[in-house]
């Protein structure tokens, strides 16, 4: 798949790039990327992606814009509430560039419909804001093989990762999630700019993962908007996790 003079020129920065270069630009216009999620986290990662040249990205999200939302997500505008976020989103990554082939997807993810939503996709990038969500994509990928970067941020505090088998996101935060009840920004708050850079560095680890760069799996990346720093710490599978984990022996 050869890149047209366009092209060439749109990704200059990437086709000079060591160890990235025209295969690696090949690789992200072949890729095919579902972002779960067009709000603070989608706000980053999806304006990134885009401008990047993944070829194709489906965005999934059943809500509306709301007010409330748009402290903390600029891709959408005042004169947009009330109209849904997938359409606006896939309008937005395909504005800012010609060459990304975008698809809404105004569905609700849940774990009955993940596979189906999600299968065929090169990466997940997951940025939806609970946790029954985050557990069903990712067992999702898991059944799937789908590498999945998975991420969120919430008050001070956000975090990401990139989950391919084992360990997988369930292994980090086991079964007590799987209820629609335990977070919600509404509840909670949120500091405006820090879903965009959790939703930026995802998108990073993303493109890293799609053109080769690096392996990442493994770790979780933490950013404390208070105390202001970043740590990683080392994610250990759970051998008794209930997507990935060995099966006891039996007899
Ligand atoms: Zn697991």
Same mark, same amino acid.
């Given at each position: 798949?050869?890149?047209?003079?366009?092209?060439?020129?749109?990704?200059?920065?990437?086709?000079? !790039?060591?160890?990235?270069?025209?295969?690696?630009?090949?690789?992200?216009?072949?890729?095919?990327?579902?972002?779960?999620?067009?709000?603070?986290?989608?706000?980053?990662?999806?304006?990134?992606?885009?401008?990047?040249? +993944?070829? =194709?990205?489906?965005?999934?999200?059943?809500?509306?814009?709301?007010?409330?939302?748009?402290?903390?997500?600029?891709?959408?505008?005042?004169?947009?509430?009330?109209?849904?976020?997938?359409? !606006?989103? &896939?309008?937005?990554?395909?504005?800012?560039?010609? @060459?990304?082939? &975008?698809? *809404?997807?105004? =569905?609700?993810?849940?774990?009955?419909?993940?596979?189906?939503?999600?299968?065929?996709?090169?990466?997940?990038?997951?940025?939806?804001?609970?946790?029954?969500?985050?557990?069903?994509?990712?067992?999702?990928?898991?059944?799937?093989?789908? *590498?999945?970067?998975? &991420?969120? &941020?919430?008050?001070?505090?956000?975090?990401?990762? #990139?989950?391919?088998? =084992?360990?997988?996101?369930? $292994?980090?935060?086991?079964?007590?999630?799987?209820?629609?009840? $335990?977070?919600?920004?509404?509840?909670?708050?949120?500091?405006?700019?820090?879903?965009?850079?959790?939703?930026?560095?995802?998108?990073?680890?993303?493109? =890293?993962?799609?053109?080769?760069?690096?392996?990442?799996?493994?770790?979780? @990346?933490?950013?404390?908007?208070?105390?202001?720093?970043?740590?990683? +710490?080392? #994610?250990?599978?759970?051998?008794?996790?209930?997507?990935?984990?060995? *099966?006891?022996?039996?007899?």
């Amino acid at each position: 798949m050869a890149l047209t003079d366009a092209e060439l020129e749109r990704y200059a920065r990437h086709i000079v !790039l060591p160890r990235f270069g025209g295969a690696g630009q090949n690789r992200l216009k072949a890729a095919s990327v579902a972002v779960i999620g067009a709000g603070g986290i989608g706000s980053g990662a999806i304006p990134a992606l885009a401008a990047a040249g +993944i070829g =194709r990205l489906t965005i999934i999200d059943n809500d509306l814009v709301d007010r409330s939302n748009l402290q903390r997500q600029p891709i959408f505008r005042d004169d947009q509430v009330g109209a849904g976020k997938a359409r !606006l989103a &896939a309008d937005f990554a395909m504005a800012a560039n010609p @060459h990304v082939t &975008a698809i *809404p997807v105004e =569905r609700r993810l849940d774990a009955a419909n993940a596979p189906e939503l999600l299968a065929g996709h090169d990466l997940v990038l997951d940025g939806s804001d609970n946790f029954a969500t985050r557990l069903a994509v990712s067992d999702a990928c898991a059944g799937l093989g789908i *590498p999945l970067v998975s &991420a969120a &941020a919430v008050q001070f505090q956000g975090q990401v990762g #990139l989950f391919r088998g =084992r360990p997988c996101f369930r $292994c980090f935060v086991g079964d007590a999630f799987d209820s629609h009840e $335990c977070d919600n920004c509404a509840e909670l708050g949120v500091l405006g700019a820090l879903p965009l850079t959790i939703g930026g560095f995802a998108a990073l680890m993303a493109i =890293r993962a799609l053109a080769g760069i690096g392996e990442d799996s493994g770790r979780l @990346h933490l950013l404390d908007a208070d105390a202001l720093a970043w740590r990683a +710490i080392p #994610l250990p599978a759970d051998p008794g996790c209930r997507t990935c984990g060995v *099966p006891a022996q039996s007899g």
